[in-house]
């Protein structure tokens, strides 16, 4: 027997051995007869196609993929992390990492500074978005995916890191050198005041310290003559549950019930409460949600509408009930599985998608809103379980016209505000920067030899129309009827950026704004154009309207 052959089947007869050891104290029962027959099925099966298959298989690998495609069947939260992943879990999960506290993209091939984080080492070396890293310790970047150049720019604090970066305006690139620091993640990125009374949070994660950073952002906005408070959960994909618990306890009296959880296991059916004393339970709060506000995200948001403790806004939220935890593997490695569903304080889950029943093609099914089951506030409004949290404000997502998406997408929004800043020393505050017509004009002319063509929605399906038509044969019918339509909807680009001139000098301002004033200005610049945050000054500023909504069935 081979070296191979003998390590293949030394493998899966210890693998073999620790299951039947780990069982052979419990009664024998059909269950577990058919866990150790398949075992063992998989065990031999992985032992022959490494022994025989006609070439070399990369045993990791396909032991990998098969863990995967196992886990695959049952949610797409429950994952297998190998060693090489584990640092950024844990990052994902703590917040904290060695680095340069930098966010960097692939744009046409360059790795390219997207946001320098204020107070860490990117920043302090002087760093600016727009900035090409050319290279890292000498090693050419060009090409190289995000998460490769991650593990570049990552490292153990106090080590360093020479950059060499390609500036706008600059014909030489030069060096830079960094010094790698302990790089604390924010939960909440901005917060400041929307108008005089009214400021806002803008919480984006729940890894460790979310609550404190939200009660401190709450304090020093009360400080600052907030009395009323906006918290902005849109794009939140949840995190840590014990740091959901602590926010809504901010809010609520101690000893409120925030959340259960039920699973298969014992140890998994528990009730957190609020534990501590609260910040504020009287602050008029407008909470706002989309279909990117998921976990933890829709526990702080579902249980502040639970006990009518503020009014909801925006679109319905993403719906993942259920609860996450890791176990230890060997070798360094982890699983993460789902082990319970969580409900809020009326007593409902509001998970959207059944994993554990799938349709013919084995999708997993939505839950279908005729089977939603109602539940009440604490001041007995009707709210549903299944299919996220809903708002008690449904407000229209701003709908950006093809043009503006095509010069997002195509970066000319952002070249252009890379040549503004430049060109620009300095710029009004955020709240107050506006482009003038003047520049604005200066814009389009840049513009005139930049590809930014693209189709609209009505073209693409005049388009099917016209393919399907001839598929049919009916095309001769009502080629006059399709020609006169493809005249009708055609558009001109140049003419679109003049018709489209607000919204695209919305989306110019935010980015120019955020050259000048990083992530804080492109927030502060769009207040005026946020649709949620709009109708959430209104609300809060209508104490009739406010309370009537908390009241009402």
Request: aromatic letters at 10%; one cysteine or more.
């Amino acid at each position: 027997m081979n070296k191979r052959k003998k390590f293949v089947v030394f493998i899966g007869l210890s693998f073999l051995t620790l299951f039947f050891f780990s069982f052979s104290s419990n009664k024998v029962s059909n269950h577990y007869f058919e866990i150790a027959k398949n075992m063992k099925i998989f065990a031999q099966l992985y032992q022959e196609v490494n022994t025989y298959y006609v070439d070399d298989v990369n045993p990791s690998e396909m032991m990998t993929t098969g863990i995967e495609a196992m886990l695959a069947t049952l949610d797409p939260y429950t994952n297998y992390i190998p060693e090489d992943k584990i640092e950024d879990y844990r990052t994902m999960t703590t917040g904290e990492y060695g680095g340069l506290g930098v966010v960097v993209g692939n744009r046409k091939g360059n790795i390219t500074v997207l946001l320098p984080n204020e107070g860490y080492p990117a920043y302090e070396a002087g760093l600016q978005i727009g900035d090409i890293i050319e290279r890292v310790d000498g090693e050419e970047m060009k090409g190289k995916g995000t998460e490769e150049i991650s593990k570049y720019l990552k490292g153990q604090a106090g080590s360093e890191v020479v950059l060499t970066i390609k500036r706008y305006g600059k014909e030489e690139s030069f060096d830079v050198p960094v010094k790698r620091e302990k790089i604390q993640i924010n939960n909440v990125p901005y917060y400041g005041m929307v108008t005089d009374n009214i400021g806002l949070i803008q919480l984006t994660d729940f890894t460790r310290n979310a609550s404190q950073e939200v009660g401190d952002a709450l304090t020093e906005l009360k400080d600052r003559g907030a009395s009323k408070v906006i918290l902005d959960l849109r794009g939140n994909p949840g995190g840590l549950l014990n740091e959901a618990v602590n926010i809504v306890n901010l809010f609520v009296p101690k000893g409120s019930d925030v959340v259960y959880t039920k699973g298969r296991i014992e140890d998994w059916n528990k009730t957190y409460k609020a534990m501590n004393a609260p910040l504020d339970t009287d602050i008029p709060i407008a909470v706002l949600i989309n279909g990117g506000s998921a976990s933890a995200a829709e526990i702080v948001s579902g249980s502040i509408q639970d006990y009518d403790r503020g009014v909801l806004l925006g679109s319905r939220s993403f719906g993942k009930g259920l609860v996450q935890a890791t176990r230890p593997l060997d070798y360094n490695s982890r699983l993460k599985v789902t082990v319970a569903k969580y409900y809020i304080p009326s007593g409902r889950c509001i998970q959207a998608i059944d994993y554990s029943h799938r349709n013919e093609e084995g999708e997993a099914t939505v839950v279908a809103d005729s089977l939603r089951e109602q539940f009440t506030t604490a001041n007995g409004r009707v709210v549903l379980d299944g299919g996220g949290v809903a708002p008690d404000i449904k407000v229209q997502p701003f709908n950006f016209a093809q043009i503006s998406i095509s010069l997002i997408l195509k970066g000319l929004i952002f070249d252009y505000a890379t040549k503004y800043h430049h060109e620009h020393q300095s710029i009004a505050p955020a709240r107050d920067f506006e482009i003038s017509d003047a520049e604005f004009d200066e814009f389009i002319a840049w513009l005139k030899d930049k590809d930014y063509g693209y189709q609209t929605k009505v073209e693409v399906s005049v388009e099917e129309l016209e393919e399907s038509a001839k598929a049919d044969k009916y095309y001769d019918d009502i080629q006059e009827e399709i020609e006169t339509l493809k005249k009708k909807i055609y558009h001109n680009k140049e003419s679109d950026v003049i018709k489209f001139k607000s919204e695209i000098k919305d989306v110019l301002q935010a980015e120019i704004c955020k050259r000048y004033y990083l992530e804080a200005g492109e927030i502060e610049s769009t207040f005026n154009a946020d649709v949620d945050v709009i109708e959430a000054v209104k609300v809060l500023n209508d104490t009739e309207r406010y309370q009537k909504i908390l009241t009402s069935n």
